[in-house]
């Protein structure tokens, strides 16, 4: 159920005509294609550059803010969980549209700055928009994974630092980051593997210029273009793939359970 799904697919790159079947010989002129054609090498590389950027800026906004989460009370953390976890709630179509009505011309932001005489700002339809819905999407996951490992920290570590004469730079790099490092590799990873698949977010807060892998992947088999979709899904794989690897060897086996070093968790 796994492998056949992939084997098809992979037949169908390896197909001139996008058929799940390699009768006809071997044809590689669909992934050349991506190198030597400018549109297809554009829709790899914004996506790429999508995932990045959008990684970058969960993982800047998700690391303060679980250490705060950990740091807090039984029952202010609870409290502060609960409304993390609320966005999973709602439909994803719902936050969508609802970022539209938010970052639109007459929206909430643009209303806003208008009354202090700035604006109206273009805020929608851009790469602006499609990252910002992408952030919002992903950053529970990886606040969720980052608390988990934080918690599990023995505190015992950092006193023990603070009493031998330890400043609080050093505590936090040499004690405390290193152990929340294989957590953040982790989730990171993660994060950045779900931003290379969106579909939705840059389909209804994209622009004509955020044409990304699943949209493309997806107006191709409209058209019956199964071959070079079938391409382009493969690249998403391997790519998906290599970045696990990479998190591994930078990580090692803690990337695949965080949260287990320590003494509290």
């Known amino acids: 159920m796994l492998l056949w799904p992939l084997l098809n697919i992979l037949l169908r790159s390896l197909n001139q005509k996008g058929r799940a ?6 044809y590689l002129g669909h992934y050349t294609a ?42 202010l953390s609870s409290l502060m969980m609960v409304a993390v976890l609320m966005p999973f709630w709602v439909s994803i179509i719902v936050r969508l549209f609802a970022f539209t009505t938010i970052l639109g011309t007459q929206g909430i932001i643009n209303s806003g700055l208008g009354l202090i005489g700035i604006g109206p700002l273009p ?17 529970p996951y990886l606040i969720l994974i980052l608390v988990s490992a934080m918690r599990s920290i023995d505190v015992s570590l950092l006193t023990a630092a603070r009493t031998m004469g330890a400043p609080e730079h050093r505590v936090f790099f040499d004690i405390y980051f290193p152990q929340v490092r294989p957590a953040l590799l982790s989730g990171a990873v993660l994060v950045f593997v779900l931003a290379l698949g969106f579909f939705l977010t840059p389909a209804i807060l994209g622009g004509p210029y955020n044409l ?33 690897v990479l998190a591994l060897r930078i990580g090692g086996n803690g990337v695949l359970s965080p949260a287990q070093g320590g003494t509290r968790g």
């Open 212 to 244: 990304t892998i699943p949209i493309f992947i997806q107006q191709q088999i409209q058209i019956f273009q199964w071959g070079k979709a079938a391409a382009m899904g493969i690249v998403l794989l391997v790519v998906s793939v290599a970045g696990y």
């Open 21 to 26: 079947s390699i009768a006809d010989g071997i």
């Open 34 to 75: 991506l190198v030597e054609d400018a549109l297809l090498r554009q829709v790899v590389t914004h996506s790429l550059m999508l995932a990045v950027v959008a990684t970058l800026v969960t993982a800047l906004l998700a690391f303060p803010t679980a250490y705060i989460i950990s740091r807090l009370s039984r029952e």
């Open 123 to 139: 805020m929608l339809y851009n790469t602006f928009a499609t990252i910002t819905g992408m952030v919002a999407y992903l950053l």
